[in-house]
């Protein structure tokens, strides 16, 4: 029998990690392989068969995982330790369904983190070093190019082993990323690179003697640091930002640098999250403030109750008590196993509570970066949503959060279920239950080049996702480094262009389309074409319904008329769809304004790149040489005395930079393109409303002709009833005379 199209195409596609499948040969992650797709006696066989940096890895990750298992056993009241018991009597509880027996208790050494251990330790920096404009792997760094790593820690101590404190040779071009947009982290990091002391807060002695500042506090300097921070101390966290800037920045404090080579930039971008994923980033901003601002008996009671369940260890919660979340009574089974329904769903308790106890274990991370820098001094700048970006003043955003068109767009919606028998399938709940609830979100790239050989950026992550993504921008950095051509990295600026490139096309760069990253462009299109159709449907309704009530006012028969006029007078559907097209070009407005602050900072870079290179590729010393235009300084007969190898970079450098302007400047064009037609839209829309206006005009005007009408009829009738009335009572009186 053929096989369908559907069924080739399964099959023709390949079977990795956690796929049903066997594919031992197609193992992508050998953490994720090990972890996730063999059984518990595999595991010694297979780990014997990998090589010493792959067991390396798989040996890292068991420390991790007891290291944040001690973690939640420790504190059993907190949230993760709640859920971690969960997890553990759910376990037992399937086991015991199922004829297993539970495992031996570990004999290995009970890993825990000190109290005051920093995040700083657990949060890997990026470096990638180029030489000679070809890739280069730092001895001593775990991992090759272009994924090597260190501590955050270890990038920031004052030791002379630190990268940062090392010498950059001529040939050389570093780059240094920090996954978070931490003012401590850049401050340090710029101090080390110095060789000096991070800058004090309060330090009079630089404010009043500017003459003694150190390369630190110049490049450091309010207007381009602190200064340009907008949301004050007292405000709400996600109103926390930089303003939008690009310049370069001279570190001599005495004398003036005719051409400074140091360069800060600062530009928002778009990307997403999960729904999930942000709101447990809220939760967690919302208790590192309530800790920031307790009073000191409250800050005293917490601290005693965690040294309390410390000591105290874990909590006896057994299967079916008060912190279960089983609530099974367990018969005993000694020779069959359980009836399949109870083993089905003890599987579906366990399964769901293992994937909360992974949730919390991929974000601790992240909740523990928020409680120590969310509120230091200078406090770390949390992602924001898109309306958050724009309405900082707003207390809670999580109902506009929540009307995004791409929140819509992305989640279940409610139907009833189409199945006619109970082992029937319903399409609808199919298709659901692939759908991630996401959104758009507004983050930072913060970009420093500093002596034009060493580059430090920082910009953040999605929540959780401290392993592998593949929609991050670093990331696609590296996947763009990776497979970048001979030669194609010269200077510090062709790699600072890279990273302004990458985070200005997210979305709209169709060559690297993600499985769980939302499609913008289509999303919104799609959006908009729903509410013009909708439109279109209202317009022939209100056609069918003039027509309608022109015949019922001319017929003599009048049924049916209030109804008509009703639907004629009803603005409700129309006032809900403009509604949603006001929203969706509140959204559009706002990402276009993110999008014109990326050409502007975009814009302001590639002439900072241009008045540093091309001086450096005119030989003449000619003091007019300002005025000659790019194409002169680069055309070959002007420049017969250059090096061939200097020029060649130059022009390579600024026709990236003139690509970069291009590229945004088509990603506004996108943009422009959806807000006009949603502009059409609702332009069309207020027409139908003012239609059904004057259609109410038309309906008053004729009631008020049917009224008069009808007045004009009892005015004739009561006339009418008057006359016969006089004419009756003087006939009446003249009878009664005439009788008398």
Known sequence: MPKSVFELATHALPQTCLSTEKHDDRVLDVTLHYFGCL???????????????????????????????????????????????????????????????????????????????????????????????????????????????????????????????????????????????????????????????????????????????????????????????????????????????????????????????????????????????????????????????????????????????????????????????????????????????????????????????????????????????????????????????????????????????????TTPMPHECDMIHPKDKCAGCHDGIRKVPRLIMVDQLWLWILDEKTIISCFPKRWGKNRADSSAIHKSIRTRLKAARKDEIRTAFDLALIIVDQCSRVFFDRSRMFERQPNLVDLFADAIRGVTYKQTAAFDQFLTYTHLASKEYNSRDKIGNSATQNTLLNINPEGNLLKETKDILDELNIMSRIKIQQQEVAEAFVKHIRHILLPKVNDARDPNFALLSEDQLLRPEKNEGLRREQLESAKWTLVRANNLLAGIQ??????????????????????????????????????????????LKQGRSIMLFTVVTIIFVSFLILTTRMHC
């Not at 930039?265 to 999960?274: D, G, K, S």
């Not at 609702?682 to 109410?696: C, E, N, V």
């Open 39 to 409: 059984k518990a006696s595999e595991h010694e066989a297979y780990f014997t068969s990998l090589p010493q940096k792959s067991k390396r890895r798989i040996v890292e990750e068991k420390l991790r995982i007891r290291r944040l298992r001690t973690h939640f056993e420790a504190r059993p009241k907190t949230e993760n330790g709640v859920a971690l018991k969960k997890f553990e009597n759910s376990l037992s509880d399937w086991r015991k369904l199922n004829l297993r027996r539970d495992p031996e208790p570990e004999r290995s050494q009970r890993l825990e983190d000190p109290p005051d251990r920093s995040v700083d330790y657990d949060i890997k920096a990026s470096m990638i070093y180029f030489k000679n404009s070809r890739p280069f792997d730092v001895p001593g760094v775990d991992n090759n190019f272009p994924n090597q790593k260190i501590s955050v820690k270890d990038l920031l101590c004052d030791e002379e082993n630190n990268p940062l404190m090392q010498s950059c040779d001529d040939d050389m071009i570093r780059y240094f990323h920090f996954p978070a947009n931490n003012m401590i982290w850049v401050e340090e990091a710029i101090a080390r690179y110095y060789h000096e002391q991070r800058p004090k807060p309060d330090d009079f002695i630089a404010r009043f003697r500017p003459q003694d500042r150190t390369k630190t506090q110049m490049l450091l300097s309010p207007e381009f640091w602190k200064g340009q921070q907008q949301g004050d101390w007292d405000c709400e966290v996600h109103a926390r930002s930089m303003k939008p800037l690009c310049e370069v920045i001279s570190i001599d404090p005495i004398s003036t640098e005719t051409s400074p080579n140091n360069l800060a930039l600062f530009m928002p971008y778009l990307h997403w999250e999960t729904d999930r994923g942000r709101m447990k980033a809220a939760s967690v901003v919302k208790e590192a403030g309530k800790i920031r601002f307790s009073n000191m008996a409250e800050v005293v009671n917490q601290a005693t109750a965690n040294e309390q369940n410390i000591k105290t260890g874990h909590v006896n919660v057994t299967p079916g008590s008060k912190g279960s979340d089983t609530n099974l009574s367990l018969p005993s089974y000694n020779v069959t196993k359980a009836p399949l329904n109870l083993r089905r769903a003890a599987l579906g308790r366990l399964l769901r509570l293992a994937a909360n106890v992974s949730e919390a274990m991929n974000s601790h991370v992240d909740e523990k970066l928020m409680y120590e820098y969310l509120h230091a001094d200078p406090p770390l700048q949390p992602r924001r949503t898109l309306d958050q970006s724009y309405y900082g003043a707003l207390k809670n955003t999580g109902a506009r959060d929540r009307d995004q068109v791409v929140y819509r767009a």
């Open 666 to 711: 088509s990603r506004i064009s996108e943009l422009k393109t959806l807000q006009n037609a949603a502009r059409n839209t609702s332009a069309a829309l207020k027409d139908l409303l003012t239609l059904k206006q004057q259609q109410a005009g038309v309906v008053e005007a004729r009631e008020a002709v049917k009224q008069a009408t009808e007045t």
